[in-house]
């Protein structure tokens, strides 16, 4: 609790307040908001325009290298001479699957030690 | 949409919280308005320094349009700005601010534009005291704020406020005695 404010301390605090009504400071303050607001759009266009030349520099590549991720990772990791014996391990038999085993692996340990 | 400045001057502040919130600078504005004469002298308590008060106001204000729709009780503005205004203090003696060299000023470049002679002598006396000290007063006296509170926005243990007040208020009296005196003889 607040039990010791000196009465007449406190009566100078109340004395020295000042009514400022002053319409300008309001006035600069949402001039400062505008101007704010105004660089804040400045640098989002900005970022939106590198952004997209990223994009369109990347684009290429990026499809070409999805492709071919695409293409490599059903590939068979063990080659096994049966038909139906390949097509039965196809699911655990590729470089899909030891990547997605290899990221369980990784998540596994992770837990382990940091959790 | 725009509302008429009269009908924003007559509303309620809950309601232009509200507006606040929906991005009406008018209702914003008019908030300001309302508002400056608290934030304006609480800052310049602080800092002793009116046109630097006003820069930290202002600062105040524009964090509030940044911030006032993270404000979910709109009844709640007064104590939310109130804060904030506190955190603004507060940051910029933390921070090698570039406006703090405003602040570290001497009596003869010191502004007191629009001030009344208690105020710019309660100032002076203010500037005497290290700058926790001069915060716990000020929220104390100032802003009549109980010990708990001051520990609750500042984060200082109640311990140390306690004696921060008690120290800074014995070193206010003694600055201050002439007009305690006058007080004594005008009763």
């Known amino acids: ?115 | 949409m725009r509302y008429s400045t009269d009908l924003l001057a007559k509303s309620p502040e809950s309601v232009l919280v509200g507006l606040s919130r929906t991005g009406n600078r008018d209702a914003f504005a008019e908030l300001v308005t309302r508002r400056q004469t608290w934030i304006r002298n609480l800052m310049r308590r602080c800092c002793g320094d009116t046109s630097f008060a006003d820069d930290l106001s202002q600062l105040v204000f524009m964090q509030a349009w940044r911030s006032i729709r993270q404000l979910n009780d709109a009844k709640r503005f007064g104590p939310w700005l109130k804060r904030l205004a506190i955190n603004t203090w507060l940051q910029h003696k933390r921070r090698n601010d570039p406006l703090r060299a405003a602040d570290e000023h001497s009596d003869a470049d010191t502004t007191h534009r629009d001030q009344t002679g208690i105020a710019m002598d309660l100032d002076k006396a203010l500037a005497t005291l290290p700058d926790d000290v001069r915060l716990c007063i000020v929220l104390n006296y100032h802003e009549r704020m109980t010990h708990a509170e001051i520990e609750s926005y500042t984060g200082m243990p109640l311990g140390t406020i306690k004696s921060h007040i008690r120290r800074g208020a014995k070193k206010l009296q003694d600055e201050l005695s002439a007009y305690a005196t006058i007080a004594e003889e005008t009763k």
């Open chain 1, 1 to 115: 609790m607040n039990t010791e404010c000196d009465p007449k301390l406190a009566a100078l605090f109340a004395e020295a307040e000042t009514e400022l009504g002053d319409p300008a400071f309001a006035k600069n303050v949402m001039h400062s908001i505008d101007s704010e607001r105004r660089k804040t759009l400045l640098v989002w266009g900005a970022l939106l325009i590198a952004a997209l030349a990223c994009a369109a520099l990347v684009a290429a590549p990026l499809v070409t290298a999805l492709d071919m991720a695409t293409g490599l990772l059903p590939t068979s990791l063990v080659s096994v001479e049966t038909d139906w014996l390949q097509e039965l391990l196809a699911p655990v038999n590729s470089i899909a699957a030891a990547l997605a085993l290899g990221f369980l692996a990784v998540r596994m340990f992770y837990r382990r030690v940091f959790r």
